[in-house]
C-alpha cells in the first residue's frame, strides 16, 4: 500500500481529486487555469472548457480572453503565494522536521474516518483544533486526504487517535 494513501494522479491509479483532494470513483480529466487535472465531479465545472461550452458570438476571441484571464489571474495568485521563494537559509539555520515527527502510513480512509469521529464527539473543526493546539488548516488537510502535502506531523495523527479513540495510521 502506498505511504500515505492519498491517491495517485498518474495512470488513473488514484480516487483523490487534485482540485479539492476529495476522494470520489469518478474523477475526470479537466484543464484548470491551465493545468491538467483529475478532478471530482463537484470540480469539473471549475474546467477551463465547461465555460465555453454555452458561448455563442461566433468567433474565439472571446474564448482566448477568459482563458487568458484565467491564465493571469493563476499566474498573480502564485506571484501572491509563492511556494517557494528561493531562500533556503531558515532551512540551512534551522533543518527540516521531517525525521522528528515523521507522518506514518494511514489507512485508505483516514479523512473520512477523522471527519466522522470529529462529529460523532461533537466538535467543529476549529473547536478540536483548539483542544490539541493544532492549526484547523492541518485538521482540514487530515479530513480531505491532504496530510502528506499539508506537511502534517505524526504527532498530530497520534493525538488524533488518542483523543478520538479512531485508527488513521497503520
Request: glycine share 14%.
Amino acid at each position: 500500500m502506498a505511504k500515505y494513501s492519498t491517491g495517485s494522479s498518474a495512470g488513473g491509479g488514484g480516487t483523490s481529486c487534485e482540485l479539492c483532494g476529495a476522494e470520489s470513483d469518478s474523477l475526470r480529466q479537466a484543464t484548470v487555469a491551465g493545468a491538467q487535472l483529475q478532478v471530482c465531479p463537484n470540480c469539473a465545472p471549475h474546467s477551463d472548457e465547461s465555460g465555453r461550452r454555452g458561448q455563442s458570438g461566433g468567433g474565439s476571441s472571446g474564448q482566448e480572453s477568459r482563458t487568458s484571464r484565467k491564465k493571469k489571474a493563476a499566474q498573480n495568485v502564485a506571484k501572491a503565494n509563492p511556494i517557494w521563494d528561493g531562500d533556503s537559509e531558515h532551512w540551512e539555520k534551522d533543518g527540516t522536521n521531517y525525521d522528528d515527527d515523521p507522518l506514518p502510513y494511514l489507512v485508505s480512509s483516514y479523512g473520512q474516518r477523522l471527519e466522522s469521529a470529529r462529529q460523532d464527539a461533537g466538535y467543529k473543526r476549529e473547536e478540536l483544533a483548539e483542544e490539541l493546539g493544532c492549526k484547523e488548516s492541518d485538521l482540514l488537510a487530515i479530513e480531505q486526504g491532504r496530510a502528506t502535502q499539508a506537511g502534517v506531523g505524526g504527532g498530530l495523527i497520534t493525538a488524533l487517535e488518542e483523543f478520538l479513540d479512531i485508527e488513521l495510521a497503520e
